[in-house]
Nanobody, 125 residues
Framework: QVQLVESGGGLVQAGGSLRLSCAGSGPTFSIAVMAWFRQAPGKEREFVSVVSWNGGITYYAESVKGRFTISRDNAKNTVFLQMNSLKPEDTAVYYC??????????????????WGQGTQVTVSS
């Protein structure tokens, strides 16, 4: 059973930075495709970023490209989301997702077997 636990959310002013972490359990974490999604109040969950098992391939939503960076440390079973130049519209609950059988393209559509509980990010103007 894979468990994902996000941390690092909080309240930050516009223009500031936050670094989210997602710690995964299980010996096969290093081969999982990992992704970040977010859901703002009253809106559907949306894709933010995804990374391949070795960190060599990444994709970003257009709205965060150039501001957010996804990375992973397989030795620590952790994936990160560095968020810079935050905007009020980045306010959402951020979720970590993992999948061991789907491609990056499939996972970025929201199809993933494992999800974390989410961490709140609030950006004030």
């Amino acid at each position: 059973q894979v468990q994902l636990v996000e941390s690092g959310g909080g309240l930050v002013q516009a223009g500031g930075s936050l670094r989210l972490s997602c710690a995964g359990s299980g010996p096969t974490f290093s081969i999982a495709v990992m992704a970040w999604f977010r859901q703002a109040p009253g809106k559907e969950r949306e894709f933010v970023s995804v990374v391949s098992w070795n960190g060599g391939i990444t994709y970003y939503a257009e709205s965060v490209k150039g501001r957010f960076t996804i990375s992973r440390d397989n030795a620590k079973n952790t994936v990160f989301l560095q968020m810079n130049s935050l905007k009020p519209e980045d306010t959402a609950v951020y979720y970590c997702a993992a999948d061991f059988r789907r491609s990056l393209v499939e996972v970025r559509t929201g199809r993933a077997d494992y999800w974390g509980q989410g961490t709140q990010v609030t950006v004030s103007s």
